[in-house]
């Protein structure tokens, strides 16, 4: 075991499209990061094996020998069994069902490894990297393709009766909304997520109207990411400010139904849209929100954007890390050695 | 201190127009109740003066002395200070601000004094007595002229960061739907409570539909009860069916909204309407929750109609005096002597 003051922390951000991965110090101060493609569809073993790929060139970058590393955190999309550290379930995981992913990479790295969902994870790194532990009461919300969301309540982690709280994404706003991936109709990710915003530009666009986004990306706006919505707006693309702001409505709206039912200190938002777009969609979002919030509720609450950004994800699967080797020594072990 | 086998816990519960009282022997069962109207017009004195009244009759009828009472809690309607037992604000009771309603009764009755929040204290009720304390994570709601809430997160009531939490009835389900009493739109309680059902029968008959209710009621449907509900749907009344079928699709919308977030074990309904129709409606609430619960909560979950009825109040109050008692005495006593 090396001296703590040259001791590190890993944590791996598994996304369908690609894996981020940071080194961290003792004080998870960030030494060093790498990021590789997952290539979900090649199967299990590639994706675990780039994992590993992804640990050891993030390692170079902040100069830490393996031998350093105290514990591994990752955070993976769908639903996930933290106490075993098992992919129950990932959607953007193709052939992903009850994976002991910790097991897997645990033997493969002979160090400790902890697994949990990544937008609980980001949670956990905001609440306590971020925010330094101080709210008892916390909402994450993560907006992206979908949103995802972490709750830490009485200052940890909830993660419910089955490992799938938190679905955020698909509490229902609109009875007779739109489609979701879900099945469902109506479901929030289905009305302000990045998706949503994409479905609604395609029906204006098909409808006659005009946006610079199909001069720079073609009719069919493939590949529209936040950053050129962000561009647009500035362009002052009529189309796409007012497709945004009631996307910001829609946050807002989601957001104060949290906030009534859960009464926190904190919602912090994080996400690929967020990131993008914080300076134009937040005082939006804040003012449609707390116009819907019981009074007794919104004086209590702080509403930000979490400035993390895309590091929300290694830095909770570090903190992960961290709390599973130093909350229950022998259940790390166990997972490293079975 | 009267004998551990002889003494007795009182649980009030405080409504807008009733106050109903029950009186627990040490293991929670009850001996005896009573019930008195609240007066709420007349001001706080005589509140207080009633709750007392309400309390004597009480121990009469369940044949116990007052010094056989170890503690009293009550469940208030409206935002209350658990900590403080404090009446923060009530849109039912007339005036009532910061009311130090504990503080007040424990003086009066040299007793002490325990005031919750009366949906959470109903959520304690269930949780302690009916369900034994089984389920980690259950959620209440209770349907009547609104939609009250409470959770037990982790076995214990969660109460947020500012005693607030779990105004379920107003999460938002329908975003430009009909106007909610905070003055929202689409709260679930302007979509799924009694209220709810009287403004789209008072909708229907306005534009010429009938009903045997107006027979028996008049054409305002003044004095409207769940009872009348659930008698006009056994003469086969097809506006009556129609409406409660889709108020009961809204209660399993929301239901389907909290259990994607909070993934608990149990949802347990209860509340006016429920107790006279939950033969009724429970099998298509359940059938539309179910239908847009995420599949890992799904199999998680019990969803059930609470069996404590009216007594759910009382009981939860009673379990609210115990706790207090026994996880914090010298808490208790510094209300009961301050």
């Known amino acids: 075991m090396p001296a703590t ?32 493609s997952t290539r979900a569809e090649r199967g299990l073993d590639t994706v675990c094996e780039r994992i590993e790929r992804c640990i050891r060139e993030a390692l170079e970058s902040a100069q830490c020998k393996p031998a350093q590393v105290r514990a591994i955190g990752v955070g993976a999309p769908g639903a996930v069994d933290a106490d075993r550290s098992t992919v129950l379930f990932a959607p953007n995981l193709p052939g992903w069902r009850n994976v002991p992913l910790g097991r897997r990479l645990a033997r493969a790295l002979d160090r400790p490894v902890v697994v949990g969902n990544d ?44 490992h799938t709280a938190a679905e955020i994404g698909h509490m229902i706003l609109e009875v007779n909304g739109p489609k979701c991936g879900c099945g469902n109709r109506g479901c929030w990710e289905a009305l302000a997520s990045r998706t949503a915003i994409y479905r609604r530009l395609r029906e204006a666009v098909d409808a006659g109207e005009k946006t610079i986004l199909t001069d720079w990306l073609g009719r069919e706006l493939e590949d529209l990411r936040s950053n050129e919505l962000r561009k647009a707006w500035h362009h002052g693309d009529k189309l796409v400010r007012r497709i945004l702001l009631q996307t910001a409505d ?22 690929g849209l967020i990131q993008a777009l914080h300076a ?10 707390r116009a819907r919030i019981m009074p007794g ?11 993390l950004g895309d590091h929300a994800g290694i830095t909770g699967a570090a903190v ?9 020594p022998a259940r790390t072990a166990k997972v490293k050695r079975a």
């Not at 110090?25 to 590789?36: C, I, P």
């Not at 957001?255 to 996400?271: R, W």
């Not at 937040?282 to 929100?289: C, L, S």
Request: aromatic fraction near 4%.
């Open 250 to 271: 829609y946050l807002g709206l989601g957001i104060a139904s949290l906030v009534n039912l859960l009464n926190p200190e904190v919602v912090a938002l994080g996400g």
């Open 5 to 36: 003051d040259s001791h590190c922390w890993v944590g791996v951000d598994l996304g369908g499209t690609k894996i981020l991965t940071g080194v961290f110090d003792a004080n998870l101060k960030l030494l060093g990061t790498a990021k590789v």
């Open 320 to 328: 992960l890390a961290r709390r599973a080797l130093e909350a229950a």
């Open 119 to 162: 937008a609980n994870v980001c949670t956990l790194g905001v609440h306590e990297v971020e925010l330094r532990a101080q709210p008892r009461h916390l909402v994450g919300v993560f907006v992206g393709t979908g949103i995802g969301g972490g709750l830490v309540l009485n200052g940890e982690l909830y993660e419910g009766a089955s």
């Open 297 to 307: 509720s919104e004086r209590a609450l702080t509403l930000l954007a979490s400035r």
């Open 280 to 289: 134009e969609l937040m005082p939006r979002i804040t003012e449609t929100a």
